[in-house]
């Protein structure tokens, strides 16, 4: 048995204008104030002596690694994004950004259609990426499209279409 693992697809490089803003303050928070603070405490702790014993200096260290992580992504991602803040040509057709509500034939649910860096369940967002969101993908109010998702088919009615 091996440790391959098949690389994940590329997610899609599309975000709100919204989504590309929250994205920038996130990067620009800890890059310019939640990084220099943990390296300030980190150094305070190192400064007490022994360092295998020391919580607090374990601690920052694997808080600052978290940070850098994360900033290592922003910075790999924020450059390859493409903000899509325009309408598309037909409004009445499903594509990204859309706020749309299916009914499923119990109960009718809202979506919006974003990028991956954007997704919510709690408000409803989706990623585009998502099979969801790619058996809605150019379909209009009225329309019935059958979904494909991980627990079965499921055949939902699109009633309504906004940007």
Known sequence: MTRYRAPQPPSAPFITAEGFAHLRAEYDELWHHRRPAVVRALSAAAAEGDRSENAEYIYRKKELREIDRRVGYL??????LKVVDHQPDDPTRIFFGAKIEVDDGLA????????PDEIDPERGWISIDSP?????LKHGVGEVVTARLPNGPVELEVVSVAY
Do not use: D, N
């Open 132 to 136: 969801l969101a790619r058996a809605l």
């Open 75 to 80: 910075q790999r991602r924020l450059p390859e």
């Open 108 to 115: 009718t649910h809202g979506y919006r259609i974003v990028g």
